[in-house]
Antibody, heavy 128, light 107 residues
């Protein structure tokens, strides 16, 4: 079964740091691009950033609100994705989801991706 | 950044109704639109990718269409399990962006 399980969320003070993890199983993690998406309380979905596969240089991209404060990384030996968050702000309070960037169904591939599957999410609360 | 605007923001409908949600992109994005369903307290789930392709396992009452800037998600006959929030998302450029969501409620 293809599965993603996030961990590491919690309560942190403004200006603090937190590292989220996402354990992947059921697919070839090292070949896939991965992303983080967050959802503030009562709000919609917001893309946080992505990391490409090792064969594509592990290049990262970030949304403007988190660029320079958040870092996405991966450990392919452990099938795990990370989100290092620093200089946290109250507005970073959200449920954080990890998800896979899917480009192919069976043998048909596209130039653009969609997100599947998603983890169950982990809550991050930034408050004094 | 590409803005994705959904309408309506919410709607009330009855079981068996045909429901259509629209999504407009701020610039042309070919068919690079995906649709997700999110039930309360749960992670989103992919329904439609590449504007009109049905993800495996998704009921055929769901369909998508459109190209360029205007896209639709249609539920042909609303079922009790379809009451949820639906999001469009563009994968044309970085940053990826989502619509604000459409909440489908029971009438």
């Amino acid at each position: 079964e293809v599965q993603l399980v996030e961990s590491g969320g919690g309560l942190v003070k403004p200006g603090g740091s937190l590292r989220l993890s996402c354990a992947a199983s059921g697919f070839n993690f090292n070949k896939e691009w991965m992303s983080w998406v967050r959802q503030a309380p009562g709000k919609g979905l917001e893309w946080v950033g992505r990391i490409k596969s090792n064969s594509d240089g592990e290049t990262t991209d970030y949304a403007a609100p988190v660029r320079g404060r958040f870092t996405i990384s991966r450990d392919d030996s452990k099938d795990t994705l990370f989100l290092q968050m620093s200089s946290l702000k109250v507005e970073d309070t959200a449920v954080y989801y990890c998800t896979r960037d899917l480009f192919c169904i069976s043998t048909t591939c596209y130039s653009h991706n969609w997100y599947d599957p998603w983890g169950q999410g982990t809550q991050v609360t930034v408050s004094s | 950044d590409i803005q994705m605007t959904q309408s309506p923001s919410s709607l009330s409908a009855s079981v068996g109704d045909r429901v259509t949600i629209t999504c407009r992109a701020s610039q042309s994005i070919d068919n690079f639109v995906n649709w997700y369903q999110q039930k309360s307290g749960k992670a989103p789930k992919i329904l439609i990718y590449a504007a009109s392709s049905l993800q495996g396992g998704v009921p055929v009452r769901f369909s998508g269409g459109g190209f360029g800037t205007d896209f639709t998600l249609t539920i042909s006959s609303l079922q009790p399990e379809d009451f949820a929030t639906y999001y469009c998302q563009q994968s044309y450029s970085i940053p990826r962006t989502f619509g604000q969501g459409t909440r489908v409620e029971i009438k």
